[in-house]
């Protein structure tokens, strides 16, 4: 159980503050007690200078958690992991696979983990845990492994693919969320949610029945999603009955704006410099 525990906000589509910097990924720094831990890297253009601002000591991660793999969540990973302390990795396995996108009438685009193998991730951390079941990374914080589909309403949120031809779907099994343990609920950190936010927290509630959902904060990629989507998710958000949430990265405006009338007075904007701090 967390006592104290402080979330920063170090990379995100959004700056609301001078001297920062933001971008198209997501990375949050997360101090639970005395333990700190990386949680996502960003595309990898922001992180150390966002860290340095924000007085936040990324060098001394003892941990760095993958969410995915793609580059707006691991580009700053050689970086995360080139250090004289090294920090163990958490990841699934399928983050290291090619991964391609491709829109309609465009070329396909490599968007996977860039400049980092296994056996490179494996030489530069001081161990790396293969995430494929959920797993606990210290005490009061878990990982959750692969997230379960469900329901027939969520996807992966676009059109992802594990080759460049663009012929076999990624079904992106390495997606995964992190949750924290508080005496009054789980804060539960989230990357893309390609598992869908629905799946993630249902997903949580059968490793942890009963718990309340104290929070929920990172990209729910809903900036695609489908009125019947959008509604469903709505409907099912309001059964976990989530006290605070911070929609960031790739949830879109439209669906953080309706998650706001659903919701008032529980949502609150994401950006680069948010600090979170949950004190029980």
Known sequence: M?????????????????????????????????????????????????????HVPVESAEFVVLSHGHYDHTGGLVAALSRDHRPELWVHPAAFEPKFSRRENAPARAIGLP????????????????????????????????IPRRNSFEDTGGPFFLDEACRQPDPLVDDQALWIETARGLVVVLGCCH?????????????????????????????????????????????????????????????????????????QESAVGKRLRFDD
């Open 195 to 267: 598992a869908g936010v629905v799946n993630t927290l249902e997903h949580v509630r059968q490793l942890r029945p009963g718990a309340p959902i104290r929070a929920l904060i990172g990209g729910l990629h809903l900036v695609r999603a489908a009125p019947e989507r959008m509604e469903r998710t709505l409907e099912a958000l309001a059964a976990f009955d989530p006290q605070l949430i911070v929609p960031s990265h790739c949830t879109g405006w439209g669906p953080t704006v309706q998650l706001a009338q659903r919701f008032p007075g529980r949502v």
């Open 2 to 54: 967390i006592s104290q525990l402080t979330i920063t906000v170090l990379s995100d589509n959004v700056v609301r503050q001078p001297d920062l910097l933001g971008e198209w990924g997501w990375s949050v720094w997360i101090e639970a007690d005395e333990r700190r831990i990386l949680f996502d890297t960003g595309a990898g253009r922001v992180l150390e200078h966002n860290a340095r601002h924000l």
């Open 115 to 146: 400049g980092l193998n296994p056996e490179g991730a494996r030489m530069r951390a001081r161990q790396v845990h293969w995430t494929s079941a959920p797993a606990q990374i210290c005490d009061g914080v878990w990982v959750t492994g692969e």
